[in-house]
């Protein structure tokens, strides 16, 4: 007979191919029995993974003694597999605790994650309590630490302590996992030194001639300091007077713009609240220092303004040194691939801005749909690239061609593109007049951009070695057209639904101390599209209500679900209450499968009666 309470689950125990950040040692549930326990299931390609690491770090640092956060890398794309660069992405993030290698997602299936990222909390007794879908959960999961402690603090379940966190030894590089270059015009180059949370002005001898940034994570101004800056962009010299700064620094984990006077290093804040993004977009402008940004990674000189790469939200706003406005410039933030006219179209956490050097064009790296696109005369294209679980390692004709999970992207004057084709750790080509895709470079260590000097000289910025590397001279010129490559798909389990009416709910459980808050209308919605579109019959569009009878198609065999939910939320008896919107989109591969299940639940938040 089972001496489980009724209604509780174990937790299933941890296993996976390793541990990082233990000192060789391998952690259990059982062995952390009395401690509170949450599970991050994360992947380090991941945007909004990235925004929860950064969430949880004031938790850790005040709950340390009885909370232990775990997390357990389910990867998406193929590079992501690989140990090595597992361990490089814990280093580059900064990640502070205990981290399991969960290559096959046999944890992921364990725990029933269904999105990246993915809580789950255990509580003292080895009982899952949470899961939680998405991000913005920092300040329910606070109270739902404090309510487990007061309940095992007085049953006398709790056990206080030490981590087991134990961080990796510090390396000597003069750089430390770079973003991104920009060309200065004296000859050397400024790089985003995204790990040292700084940028360095380099020769192209790579001697770092200053620093800009103190080198530890912080926003200020006056004592200049960054978090995880990426993007760089010079202006225009006019501009550039006008404005009082000379480059526009991508403040990616700070969610800011900030300004750079190259003559004395002056830091400026000049875009951003330094809140990250939680409410719908509209097409205004607005105050620049009033407004949340969310993740800008890349920042480009286009169409006379600054446009963003907005990475967090999985669209291009624009910036105007001069009125010092912002707005949205393109994309609904949906995650998906959707041409079309700018204001419409869906693209998936673009991370790499080139104009071309006509002006005509813009071309973006859209990293999570492994695709290389482009903006002209208000229109989105796509050049390479076939959806959010497509990507390999192919060149030959675009339509067929892939590409895995790309960072950056460089217009050359000749009107072809070089893309960092970062996980599949090459440099990649593609020419518009035979729209074809040739491997320029290949076996670097996870490009992140690719520069074009002023005497002509191409470099690649090899984030992963430390280091910017040169091209080698007639690389360009050899590169021919092969047909030989490799394609993946992403090896996440589908979900069988039989065609037919299947019931999609979506699972909302405000969090301790919260409600739905309907003060200004419906405090919930739900958005659904498919791709191919033919998937769903009827069920598309938008609601206010968490759940939506939809009807499969039974002609069409498999394809992918895509689900934004939202709610707000407000606190419960607390003057001045404060308003919470927790979000989450979902890409969820299913295929059309005669007596299988006709429901399907996801959890934007869950906690356990």
């Known amino acids: 007979m089972s001496n489980t309470p009724q209604g509780r689950v174990r937790a299933p125990e941890l296993r996976g191919r390793g541990w990082l950040n233990t000192g060789g040692a391998d952690l259990t549930l059982a062995g952390l029995r009395g401690k509170i326990v949450v599970l991050d299931f994360w992947t380090f390609c991941c945007i909004n993974c990235l925004h929860v690491l950064d969430e949880l770090r004031p938790l850790e640092e005040k709950y340390g003694d009885v909370l232990v956060i775990i997390g357990v890398h389910s990867p998406k794309f193929e590079h992501e597999r690989d140990a090595d660069a597992l361990a490089a992405a814990v280093e580059r993030y900064g990640v502070p605790h205990p981290v399991l290698d969960d290559p096959d997602l046999l944890m ?133 007077d006008i404005a009082g700064y000379d480059v526009v620094v991508a403040d990616t984990v700070n969610h800011l713009l900030r300004g750079v006077r190259l003559s004395d290093g002056t830091v400026t804040t000049i875009a951003g609240s330094g809140k990250q993004w939680r409410s719908a977009p509209d097409g205004h402008a607005h105050d620049a220092l009033a407004v949340d940004l969310s993740s800008p990674w890349d920042v480009a000189w286009y169409d006379d303004k600054i446009i963003i790469a907005m990475a967090g939200i ?89 590409l895995q999970h790309p960072l950056g992207v460089c217009a050359l004057p000749d009107g072809s593109v070089l893309i960092a084709d970062t996980y599949n750790g090459a440099v990649r080509r593609y020419s518009p007049d035979s729209d074809e895709v040739t491997t320029v470079d290949r076996g670097l260590a996870e490009p992140s951009d690719v520069i074009l000097t002023d005497d002509g000289a191409v470099l690649v910025v090899e984030s992963a070695a430390h280091r910017l590397t040169r091209l080698a001279p007639g690389a360009l010129e050899a590169a021919g057209v092969s047909t030989d490559g490799t394609r993946h798909r992403t090896e996440r389990p589908a979900t069988p639904l039989s065609p037919g009416e299947a019931t999609l709910d979506i699972i909302f459980t405000p969090a301790p101390g919260q409600k739905l808050d309907e003060t200004f209308g419906p405090s919930t919605r739900l958005v659904i599209s498919a791709s191919p579109p033919e998937l769903l019959l009827d069920g598309a569009g938008t609601t206010t209500t968490l759940s939506r009878t939809l009807r499969l198609n039974p002609d069409v065999p498999a394809g992918v679900l895509q689900v934004v939910a939202q709610a707000a939320t407000c606190d419960i008896d607390v003057e001045h209450a404060a308003c919470h919107l927790t979000r989450q989109d979902w890409g969820v591969p299913i295929t059309i499968t005669p007596g299988a299940p006709t429901r399907l639940p996801l959890i934007l938040r869950g906690l356990d009666a």
């Open 314 to 402: 999985h669209q291009l706003w624009w910036f105007d040194p001069i009125k010092r406005t912002i707005g949205v410039y393109a994309g609904t933030t949906v995650e998906a691939l959707r041409d079309g006219p700018i204001p419409d179209v869906w693209m998936a956490q673009p991370s790499g801005l080139s104009p071309s050097t006509d002006g005509s064009r813009l071309w973006i790296a859209d990293s999570e749909t492994s695709a290389l696109r482009w903006i002209a005369d208000g229109e989105l294209h796509t050049a390479v690239g076939q959806g959010l679980f497509d990507f390999g390692h192919m060149d030959g004709p675009a339509a067929q061609a892939l």
């Open 108 to 240: 992921w299936q364990q725990y029933a994650a269904k999105a990246w990222p993915t809580l789950a909390v255990v509580d003292p007794e080895g009982y899952l309590v949470a899961s939680m879908a998405g991000e913005g959960h920092a300040e329910g999961l606070a109270r739902l630490v404090d309510e487990l402690i007061a309940t095992h603090d007085a049953k006398g379940t709790l056990r206080r302590g030490d981590s087991p966190y134990v961080p990796p030894a510090e390396s000597e590089t003069a750089l430390r996992f770079p973003g991104k270059a920009v060309p200065l015009p004296g000859g050397n180059l400024l790089v985003s030194d995204s790990a040292r949370h700084s940028l360095a002005e380099i020769t192209l001898d790579g001697d770092v001639v200053r620093r800009i940034g103190t080198g530890a994570r912080g926003r200020s101004d006056e004592s200049p300091s960054f978090s995880e800056p990426q993007g760089l962009c010079l202006l225009p010299p006019h501009t550039a």
